[in-house]
């Protein structure tokens, strides 16, 4: 079985900037590619960006430029980084597990998720 815990989460002012951090144990961390997922309120849960095996990385358009996902597999920890925050950022950010593929990412394990707050 696969545990993810997320921190890092918090309130922060627009522009600011926050990094979340997700540990990971129980697998071969690196031979996962994982993902951070966001749900705001009423809203369904979104692809932030992943990260293969590979450090190859991926964003969704509306993070681009702002957002960075690394990993450390000496750790087993997977980060994201972010910056220039935005209101519309607001939302729990949940960690995953998963296999990438073909057809794209494909979440497996879920972290219990950490909230981000961007308010004046």
């Known amino acids: 079985q696969v545990q993810l815990v997320e921190s890092g989460g918090g309130l922060v002012q627009p522009g600011g900037s926050l990094r979340l951090s997700c540990a990971v144990s129980?697998?071969?961390?690196?031979?996962?590619?994982m993902a951070w997922y966001r749900q705001a309120p009423g809203k369904q849960r979104d692809l932030v960006a992943y990260i293969r095996s590979s450090g190859i990385t991926n964003y969704a358009d509306s993070v681009k430029g702002r957002f960075t996902i690394y990993r450390d597999n000496a750790k087993n920890m997977v980060y994201l980084q972010m910056n220039s925050l935005k209101p519309e950022d607001t939302a729990v950010y949940y960690c995953?597990?998963?296999?990438?593929?073909?057809?794209?990412?494909?979440?497996?394990?879920w972290g219990q998720g950490t909230q981000v707050t961007v308010s004046s």
């Open positions: 995953n597990a998963g296999q990438y593929g073909s057809s794209g990412y494909r979440p497996n394990y």
């Open positions: 129980g697998s071969i961390f690196s031979s996962y590619a």
